[in-house]
């Protein structure tokens, strides 16, 4: 019991004084925040977020100006007053020059914007986003633009799907000529069939029960589309599709479809009218019931999202902190590598395993919450189960 | 208060509302990882039962915790 005590208190005075400690040292970079050689911030959403380019490094020239090198995708604009516009985003020239009246805005556009007194957050305006300018340069309110643009995410996943579809049609054409079948599986068969198994007698058979055959289409899907998707992202240079909100979002919703698809009477009764409770329980667990059947989705959501994202910013952290101790001075940079790159290293091999894990938890998830959605009342502790 | 401070203090709160919730998590999924290995240890043939029970706890757990950072990360950027 002391021991428990002093636990507590020892994580209560922590967290009291690491709250006193920082606020001034964030107090103080609030103020020195000018930007002088190396933005780590900058690099990180930079890698982070979407673009309408592969963007792969720059080359510094003599002059001291950057030459950003990078593979450009199609820009495919759509406003009710100009029609469609496509083209490739080379001619934005990185936001440095306009192109048929539309403007790539940049980090030097929103500073700009900012100083002339505009509410960049109200106006929704941030850096890689495409709005339409005036004859005069400024940006045109009265032109709506509605941007169907092909950008990094959205290629990558479908290089991404066309290697997945290609591996499983391969495969599966091979398995319906017999080999693998009667004999020995041959090449990429010996790769997938492993993980397809696996799928197949952790995640749908034991949560399942014996409609698994049905939905075990649909958690392979789920799983490969997540697992190629992370594996892709981990590749340098390339965007991060699963760190996307977006992405994630419409995963959890298929999901969601899927759960309220083989729902029965039961489930619902579960939620809005659990059985075997008094009725003033029954007004405390109904809004319980119901927030949780939303945040199951949210969850799976969520943390493949945060799981990603979190991953991604560790490892340009790790790299980025060559550069700002190089800032410094240069043999410290030379000095902070060796340690920056074995630990970045390191955290690469975690991300390999981070990007099955993910892949595993959310077909798992939703494995289960199917499960619970078709479950008939067969014991009398269910209300335990939650 | 100053604009700065204000900032300061809402970056300060997102941090460690973020670093409060690894610390739970980190307690929480050390308990399950203990849970899980004492009981392997005492039947090594439930191990497949228990490791996917464990797997799915700690994704549980883990989810709360990224509810936590993601609402510490809302509060630095709002």
Redesign the interface.
Known sequence: MTSRLMKSFT?AVF?LF??II??PS??K???GDKKEGFNAQKIIFGHILDAHEFHFFDIINKDGSHTPVGIPLPVILYSPQKGFDVFMSSKFHHGEHDHDGYRLLTEEHIEELTKEGVDIKKEGLNPGKIVPVGADGKIDHSVAVYDFSLTRNVVQMFLALALLVWIMISIANRYKKGYGVKTAPTGMQNLMEPIIAFVRD?VAK?NLGNRWEKYLPYLLTVFFFILINNIFGLIPGTANVTGNIAFTVVLGLISLVVIVASSRKYYWGHIFNPPGMPLGIKFILVPVEILSFFIRPM?LI??LF??MV?GHIIIICLISLIFIFASLNQYAGWGTSIFSIAFTIFIYFIEILVAF?QA??FS??TA?FIGQAFEEPHHDAHAAAH | MDF??L???A??GG??GA??AA?GAGIGVGQIGKGAVEAIARQPEAL??IR?NM??TA??V??AA??A??VGFLAMVL
Request: without cysteine; aromatic residues 10%; hydrophobic residues 65%.
């Open positions: 994580v967290s690491s709250f920082s606020v964030f107090a970079e609030g103020e952790e034991p969850a969520i943390r945060a799981n979190a894990i595993f938890i798992m998830l289960v | 700065f401070l900032e300061a203090v970056n300060a941090a460690v670093g409060l610390m497949n039962d996917s797997i799915l994704a549980l883990e989810g990224l509810f950072i993601i």
